[in-house]
């Protein structure tokens, strides 16, 4: 692993099914956060975590929730997937804090919910 | 609220020069970053600024006022794989960013 890596590159679900999108970092970045990019909007922060062991609600939390258990893994989970969360994902980590370096993007996890 | 703003979309011409600006209203600031990113793929990061003034880097540089609330990227000597969207992100007093919704460049030959 070389970086942030994402999995699943691209799903399609089901409307009411469970979803668990994987991040995983290598770089030791103390920071990681989820974003979903949808047309005409921009990246909207979903959660993020700071260090390990604890998160924080970002712009659009609703129906999204995330643990950091270690530094370098930080799921994303969809409880009950919605049309709306139809969108593209993407995981991102950074040294954090009021460190000057910047964020380090997945390669993004594009979901269809249908 | 906080507010970040691009333009939507601006053309140039290969070999030529663009620039690309962005003002913002923030809950404090720490940072602004310029990040490229190409249609179907991950955002990439071009730049920083956290003082005034410009920062060059090879073809890209970018600029900053924070009086103004105002940023600038430029490029030069265009070539056709600078097509891309550029986003601008601004780091607030909390060290989130804050980002803006992307301006879509497209190169003509």
């Known amino acids: 692993i070389a970086g942030i890596t994402q999995a699943p590159t691209s799903q399609i679900l089901a409307a009411g099914r469970r979803m668990t999108l994987r991040c995983t970092q290598d770089m030791r970045h103390n920071a990681m956060y989820w974003y979903r990019q949808d047309l005409g909007l921009g990246l909207r922060l979903i959660h993020y975590?700071?260090?390990?062991?604890?998160?924080g609600k970002g712009e659009v939390p609703d129906g999204y929730s995330v643990s950091r258990a270690n530094t370098d893994d930080f799921p994303l989970t969809l409880a009950s997937a919605v049309p709306s969360q139809t969108s593209v994902y993407f995981c991102?980590?950074?040294?954090?804090?009021?460190?000057?370096?910047?964020?380090?993007f997945g390669q993004g996890t594009r979901l269809t919910v249908v | 609220g906080q507010n970040i703003d691009q333009p939507t979309e601006m053309t140039a011409t290969e070999g030529a020069i663009v620039q690309i600006n962005c003002t913002y209203q923030?809950?404090?600031?720490?940072?602004l970053f310029w990040y490229q990113q190409h249609a179907g793929e991950a955002p990439t990061f071009l730049s920083y600024n956290v003082l005034d003034g410009l920062e060059e880097k090879g073809r890209f540089s970018s600029f900053l006022s924070r009086s103004k609330g105002y940023s600038y990227l430029l490029l030069k000597e265009l070539q056709m794989k600078d097509s891309a969207s550029y986003l601008c992100?601004?780091?607030?007093?909390?060290?989130?960013?804050?980002w803006g919704a992307g301006t879509k460049l497209i190169i003509k030959p």
């Open positions: 923030t809950s404090g600031f720490n940072g």
């Open positions: 992100a601004v780091r607030d007093s909390n060290y989130q960013l804050i």
């Open positions: 975590s700071n260090t390990a062991g604890t998160t």
């Open positions: 991102a980590s950074s040294a954090g804090g009021d460190s000057a370096t910047e964020a380090f």
